[in-house]
């Protein structure tokens, strides 16, 4: 495995598993639409950067293409609901069609990561592995469970794929976000002295840092193909399941200040708690962070003032901002420019 097609590279996962994946020495091929900023990957002579919607890929794409980790996706569960048909092309429909691509031009393996999302609400005394029934409840849960079941039937000798549901990511990234739970957390304890939380605190949740699903990507490109062809893995660590107020009683544990609990909004109906032995044992591996290791490498970076809050690390607001800035361009746009405009071709002459 050498040359390696990830999609959504400029995300919050990608822009850290891309320089991991160069550093381990393979070549990188980097398709995003790079809504964040193409400056969260710095260059590299075996990188590639390809300014590409996921819903346009071609056969030349994929020409001398080892493997796919198909990182590209609309998340979270506010951007789903509010574009609804939007991510169902691009989490799902576009990533089946990514891997019937690489299939066809002979790429060797296909990942998927997907999103313990997927396994919704569960009583609390459940706990799931990989062979549960799922209940996703919302877009983007259900578009994730959508595309995994349109690219594991395209397993087969020849083209290896394997499922990674993610649990809850965590952790500092160059494309950095306070909309996911444990960052935003983190973000509101440095900030107001508050952790805000969601009612009723009850609800369980697995988290992973950024690091840790990151560090399972670069070995499932080398794992044995027997182990993991076909196959779903469940991507987290069994002592990283938290009650959401237990996980904050332990972030504020974490920081050096005193914070309290804020609680808001209606109680969240997601409850799943998850088991993560099938990934542990497949491929010997532990996750190496526990909730207040990242707790305290943001609150590090917030204090230092080398990590700032900022539109772009709350998905949905920016990418309601790109529509506003798209349609106020759209209105005052002419002959190809702003200011500077195509010419005509024939000098105009003034009488």
Same mark, same amino acid.
């Given at each position: ?75 979270? +569960?506010?951007?789903?609901? /509010? ?41 609390? !005394?459940?706990?799931?592995? !990989? ?5 996703? @409840? ?72 950024? /690091? ?8 499932? @490109? ?21 009650? @959401? /107020? ?19 909004? +209606? ?65 005052? +746009? ?18």
């Amino acid at each position: 495995m050498k040359n390696v097609l990830v999609t959504g590279a400029g995300g919050y996962i990608g822009s850290v598993l891309v320089p991991k994946l160069l550093e381990k020495g393979y070549s990188v091929k980097a398709v995003d639409r790079f809504f964040f900023g193409v400056d969260k990957l710095r260059p590299h002579a075996n990188l590639t950067i390809v300014h590409e919607d996921c819903r346009r890929l071609t056969e030349d794409h994929f020409t001398s293409v080892d493997a796919v980790i198909d990182l590209v996706a609309i998340s979270n +569960d506010p951007s789903g609901e /509010e574009f609804k048909e939007v991510t169902y092309e691009v989490n799902h429909r576009a990533r089946v069609n990514t891997a019937t691509l690489a299939k066809k031009m002979g790429v060797e393996r296909y990942i998927l990561p997907s999103s313990c999302s997927i396994y919704g609400f569960q009583a609390k !005394e459940v706990i799931v592995d !990989e062979t549960s029934e799922t209940n996703p @409840l919302t877009v983007y849960a259900k578009a994730n469970e959508l595309a995994e079941k349109g690219v594991l039937p395209l397993a087969d000798e020849n083209f290896t794929v394997t499922v990674m549901r993610q649990a809850t990511v965590y952790g500092y990234s160059p494309r950095m976000r306070f909309d996911l739970a444990i960052n935003g957390m983190t973000y509101g304890a440095w900030k107001n002295g508050v952790i805000p939380l969601m009612r009723d605190g009850s609800q369980w949740r697995p988290m992973i840092h950024v /690091e840790d699903t990151t560090d399972v990507m670069c070995l499932l @490109l080398e794992a044995e193909v027997t182990i993991i062809n076909g196959q779903i893995f469940n991507v987290g660590s069994n002592r990283n399941n938290y009650p @959401l /107020e237990a996980l904050a009683e332990e972030i504020a544990a974490a920081l050096p200040i005193e914070v309290k609990i804020e609680w808001y909004g +209606d109680p969240d109906h997601r409850s799943y708690r998850v088991n993560f032995d099938r990934i542990e044992k497949a491929l010997n591996w532990e996750a190496r962070y526990k909730a207040a290791d990242g707790a305290s490498q943001i609150y590090q970076r917030l204090a230092n003032g080398t990590l700032k809050k900022t539109e772009q690390t709350i998905t949905l607001d920016w990418y309601k901002q790109l529509i506003k800035w798209q349609n106020i361009i759209n209105q005052v +746009d002419r002959y190809g420019g702003i200011l500077e405009i195509e010419q005509n071709e024939e000098p105009v002459h003034m009488d």
